[in-house]
């Protein structure tokens, strides 16, 4: 009932109340028997929703904490019998991996974390968004392709997933494929600054993040254009090429 309790106040953002719940959840699931798989189940989850409670707190040492002590009673239980994959389970990794990726700066320790996240059905875009960033990093070009490939299947339009699949075809050479993705997004912000009703180039890049998204944006075609037309002779190629970084730079100097 506290875990029930517990789901309920947050799904209707009464944290502290939360917090209460999951709590004496978690006390009750410590000396409960038998412990059943579906009772085992909702103790983990109970560990995994109070430490996200923390993690909005920036209690992020205990929230850490939180999500290994549910990682050891899963992998305990599943030592003598095993569970078929679960989504929370998933759920729980990807949030133990986040604190490696985000707080920690431990892309080795995020990136084993978000596999088992995805071993455990838990398969989302931006899991698989920061599992591209993570092999990118590392220069693991193809894997951080089929990463972003797999994270575009539910957002294909994503700017920032645009970006980075420009990107890294682009150390790949794979320059024609980078110039449609960099014009894809080049078109996206135009279109977003003319719903704002602004120019590019009337804002500054310090002052507006999709400025300085576009700013990425501009230059990178640039170069990519600028190297197709070193390697084609192509002069339309090579003017494209000083447009955009003409452009990419004068916002700069805005």
């Known amino acids: 009932a506290y875990y029930n309790l517990g789901r309920f106040f947050i799904y209707n953002r009464k944290l502290d109340a939360a917090?209460?719940?999951?709590?004496?959840?978690?006390?009750?699931?410590?000396?409960a028997a038998p412990m059943t798989t579906r009772r085992t189940i909702s103790y983990i989850d109970s560990l995994r929703l109070l430490g996200e409670q923390l993690v909005e707190q920036k209690k992020y040492l205990d929230a850490q904490n939180l999500y290994a002590n549910a990682l050891n009673i899963y992998r305990d239980y599943t030592a003598f019998k095993p569970l078929p994959p679960n989504k929370l389970i998933g759920k729980l990794y990807a949030d133990y991996g986040d604190i490696d990726y985000f707080?920690?700066?431990?892309?080795?320790?995020?990136y084993n974390d978000y596999l088992s996240a995805i071993r455990t059905h838990y398969d989302t875009a931006s899991l698989h968004y920061r599992v591209g960033f993570i092999q990118y990093s590392k220069n693991d070009l193809d894997g951080a392709i089929g990463s972003?490939?797999?994270?575009?299947?539910e957002k294909p339009e994503d700017d920032h997933l645009l970006l980075a699949m420009g990107n890294t075809l682009s150390l790949r050479d794979s320059d024609y494929a980078a110039e449609g993705y960099y014009k894809q997004l080049v078109s996206n912000?135009?279109?977003?600054f003319a719903k704002k009703g602004v120019a590019f180039t009337q804002t500054k890049a310090a002052e507006d993040a999709l400025t300085e998204l576009y700013l990425k944006a501009a230059n990178n075609l640039g170069v990519t254009l600028f190297r197709l037309a070193r390697r084609t002779g192509n002069s339309r190629m090579n003017a494209d090429a000083?447009?955009?970084l003409s452009v990419s730079m004068r916002a700069w100097d805005a």
């Open 242 to 244: 000083m447009v955009q």
């Open 189 to 192: 912000l135009d279109a977003e």
């Open 148 to 153: 972003f490939i797999k994270a575009g299947a």
């Open 19 to 31: 917090v209460e719940n999951l709590t004496q959840a978690i006390q009750r699931f410590e000396t």
């Open 103 to 110: 707080i920690r700066g431990d892309y080795d320790g995020a």
